[in-house]
T-cell receptor, first 109, second 112 residues
């Protein structure tokens, strides 16, 4: 089993739709979690951290389910500009940042 | 502005040649990292450094070398021993453990 798994997609959704991605992790000792956005041929950029209580930033909501070992990202009212690949990151220990392979989102006009 | 600068943006390597990728940060971060990204794959850790004059191998260190003589700088050398160097190389830095990493805009390395 991979340490971090994401559905590669692509998720093709119309503008204004709500879309959710999950990311599962195998090590229950994982300590921190993040979502990054990566545009084609660009570097990953931090979208948001994921807190145990769940957190929201505008149209984006991140949640952590430790019991089932997954994190999720919900995007409401999708915009064309949200089209990108979304990477989840799981942190173990002091340096081990494990990146998922990403989920591709295409928002269609 | 604070950030991480990688250079060059594009690099071509000849057979048997060593090449060095530059990474400089002015965020005052202690930790710095080098990743490799291949199409359809996640980022894989090459080397990391948590403090000046100290660095550790990551998951795919063979064929690469690094140095950390200054807090701001963490250059990566791709040696001739790395037989498949074509990839997108990303440098990152971070403050302390469990905090998010911040990335430079990457270097694309290809073989001539």
């Amino acid at each position: 089993r991979k340490e971090v798994e994401q559905d590669p997609g692509p998720f093709n959704v119309p503008e204004g739709a709500t879309v959710a991605f999950n990311c599962t992790y195998s090590n229950s000792a994982s300590q921190s979690f993040f979502w990054y956005r990566q545009d084609c041929r660009k570097e990953p950029k931090l979208l948001m951290s994921v807190y145990s209580s769940g957190n929201e930033d505008g149209r984006f909501t991140a949640q952590l389910n430790r019991a089932s070992q997954y994190i999720s990202l919900l995007i409401r009212d999708s915009k064309l500009s949200d089209s990108a690949t979304y990477l989840c990151v799981v942190v173990q220990g002091t340096y081990k940042y494990i990146f998922g392979t990403g989920t591709r989102l295409k928002v269609l006009a | 502005d604070g950030g991480i600068t990688q250079s060059p943006k594009y690099l071509f390597r000849k057979e048997g040649q060593n090449v060095t990728l530059s990474c400089e940060q002015n965020l005052n971060h202690d930790a710095m990292y080098w990743y490799r990204q291949d199409p359809g794959q996640g980022l894989r850790l090459i080397y990391y450094s948590q403090i000046v004059n100290d660095f550790q191998k990551g998951d795919i260190a063979e064929g690469y070398s690094v140095s950390r003589e200054k807090k701001e700088s963490f250059p990566l050398t791709v040696t001739s021993a790395q037989k498949n160097p074509t990839a997108f190389y990303l440098c990152a830095s971070g403050e302390v453990v469990n905090q998010p990493q911040h990335f430079g805009d990457g270097t694309r390395l290809s073989i001539l």
